[in-house]
């Protein structure tokens, strides 16, 4: 006789364990060490956040007026130093009366990269759109053209500026950091020593040193006069030594592709580039997304260094800003916690992204 | 026999300077013969079929598949990866595409197919090993059993002349193994070229037109698989046989 199998039914579980209280519960007062940290960090916060408030809120002081700043110095912040500065700070020395130029060039620039961002825009026509946005970038930031008078490329500065590098130092430093990644792993050994070259020459210098060749010691070796224009040459240089960082980052994606995938594109006849491109990078590039973003974010505040080149980027541009006006000076940290707050916009919205975008990647991982 | 597909002439492999993995292969298949080659781990049985679309590269000797001269010759080894299909141990389908577009790879990049001829290929491929169904899915949201038939439509999808299969039962639940053993007694049917790394002797009993018995890099035993197990001729065989079948 043989024993009939019966199957038991699923039942819910006895104690909740989903919603804000049970969360609450297991979380912030689980065993007595949750316990502790929970009350010390509520007695920080008891302490702290109060005089936070009343220094930046309500003893603080919005009006452009230097003198009330003064008086209020120490006990309340001092927010009309970027009422009064805020042009300066976010366009730099461009010309005032100009200033909308940088303004729709940077809104412009911003709509594309957002708009980039945004699975419905994936089609081909996103390459058109670049190829239309960019052109119109320079033509409105540099002028000369349609009207507009010519603004040299060294008066260009603030938020734009630092836009521009870090858009231009990721969308070249990517497919950069790809190739030589795929360099490295080459079985050609010419192709593969120029790869560890690059990548161990650039990695063994600060990112300082490469924008001091790039805009002081490259125009020894040229003509007078025949130099590319110094943000070419310190946006090359970004973009070197990103895509070096970047190609590390890259490379260990490619190593982690286990060799049957390989084997099973060439079984299929696929070629060397076809193999990468339709089944190596897909998967090594998701695998990396994390780290990918953190190059990304690198490279976006990397950017603050050109100023030692005398480019005047967002950070430089507030410098700029307060050093040349001993009225406003003594409230720079007021104006450090404002660019902090742009610096912090981009940088959070560029991790949010990423998370996004792994979400979407991990889709076919998902059982 | 029929027109020689594949032949191995004193084929000898390496890895590394010191194993010899391959030693004076010489071998030749029949179109639509339907070979099964078993032998210890270590024997060298995955490293011939291996050869046969270069995965791995021989360093002496000649194989020629289907007329042509396997050499350093990218073209010449891309037109024979179109000729030949291959299923793994590990399946190795590609994760981040769907069984549907695991499918249409190839014919479409590699085939110049049009999508939507490849994908009613593909979808007629599915239904061959009777998963049609699944096309949407991911291929690690499917059971083993499921990928390895997947697998094989993958590789079908080129309309190869031969199929190698290197053990592709070995890395299944015991439940699963049938319906993919199932697949390939069908294909064997059809009348497809076929070299088999296996040991399900059942299977080699069901379809081959020969087994081959390898150990230590060289082929020990080739025989009918009625001959092969009634009647193993050398003791290497014999005490092969006696342990993957004694229990």
């Not at chain 2, 593909?122 to 049609?132: D, E, F, G, N």
Request: proline share 5%; with cysteine.
């Amino acid at each position: 006789m043989s024993a009939v199998f019966k199957s038991i039914a699923p039942r819910p579980a006895p104690v909740r364990t989903e919603g804000f209280v049970p969360w609450v519960r297991a979380n912030l007062f689980g065993d007595w060490k949750s316990i502790a940290t929970t009350l010390i960090i509520l007695g920080l916060a008891f302490a702290y956040v109060p005089g936070i408030v009343s220094w930046g809120a309500v003893n603080a002081v919005f009006k452009p007026d230097a003198d009330v700043c003064q008086a209020a110095r120490g006990t309340g912040a001092c927010w009309g130093v970027v009422t009064e500065k805020y042009r300066l700070i976010i366009f730099g020395r461009y010309p005032y009366e100009a200033q909308w130029r940088p303004e729709v060039a940077t809104i412009l620039l911003l709509a594309l990269l957002i708009a980039s961002c945004i699975r419905a825009f994936w089609r081909p026509s996103l390459v058109l759109l670049w190829a239309l946005v960019i052109p119109a970038f320079f033509v409105l930031m540099g002028g000369g053209m349609l009207g507009l008078e010519a603004v040299s490329t060294d008066q260009w500065g603030g938020l734009p500026l630092t836009i521009m590098l870090a858009t231009f130092g990721i969308v070249l430093a990517f497919p950069l950091s790809v190739v030589v990644a795929l360099g490295r792993r080459s079985e050609l050994p010419a192709i593969r020593s120029l790869c560890v070259v690059y990548v161990e020459l650039i990695r063994g210098v600060p990112l300082i040193s490469v924008l001091f060749m790039a805009s002081f010691m490259f125009p020894l070796f040229m003509p007078v006069g025949k130099s590319p224009d110094v943000l070419i040459r310190v946006l090359v240089g970004i973009t070197l030594f990103a895509a070096a960082y970047l190609a590390e980052t890259v490379r260990g994606g490619l190593q982690a592709i286990p060799k049957g995938q390989i084997e099973a594109a060439q079984s299929l006849g696929l070629s060397y580039w076809q193999t990468q491109r339709k089944i190596v990078l897909p998967q090594a590039l998701a695998m990396v997304v994390p780290g990918i973003m953190n190059n990304f974010i690198a490279i976006f505040k990397d950017t603050s260094l050109v100023t030692i080149v005398s480019l005047y980027e967002l950070t430089g541009a507030l410098s700029l800003a307060l050093n040349s006006d001993a009225d406003w000076r003594p409230f720079k940290i007021e104006g450090y916690l404002f660019i902090t707050l742009i610096y912090f916009t981009f940088c959070f919205s560029m991790s949010r992204y990423s998370l996004w975008i792994e979400k979407r990647v991990s889709v076919s991982k998902t059982r | 026999m029929t027109e020689k597909i594949i032949v191995f002439d004193k084929v000898n492999k390496w890895y590394g300077n010191n194993f010899h993995v391959l030693r004076d292969i010489d071998l030749e298949v029949g179109q639509g013969e339907r070979i099964v080659i078993c032998g210890p781990s270590g024997s060298g049985k995955s490293t011939l079929i291996r050869c046969i679309n270069r995965l791995e590269v021989h360093q002496e000797g000649r194989i020629v598949v289907d007329g042509v001269e396997l050499s350093d010759d990218l073209k010449a080894i891309e037109r024979i990866r179109r000729e030949v299909g291959m299923v793994f141990q590990q399946f190795n389908l590609f994760p981040h595409l769907t069984v549907l577009e695991n499918l249409t790879l190839a014919p479409m990049w590699v085939g110049k197919t049009p999508k939507k001829e490849a994908e009613e290929r593909a979808m007629h491929q599915l239904q061959r090993v009777r998963i049609a169904e699944q096309a949407g899915k991911y291929p690690l949201q499917l059971s083993g059993g499921q990928q390895q038939r997947v697998a094989i439509a993958r590789a079908l999808c080129l309309t190869p002349k031969i199929m190698l299969f290197d053990e592709p039962t070995s890395a299944l639940d015991p439940e699963m193994i049938k319906e993919v053993l199932d697949v390939m007694i069908e294909l064997a049917g059809q009348g497809m070229t076929m070299l088999c790394v296996t040991h399900e002797m059942g299977f080699a009993k069901a379809v081959a037109n020969r087994v081959i018995f390898m150990d230590e890099g060289q082929i020990v035993e080739q025989n009918s698989p009625d001959e092969f197990f009634e009647n193993p001729q050398s003791d290497r065989t014999k005490d092969f046989l006696s342990k993957i079948l004694g229990h």
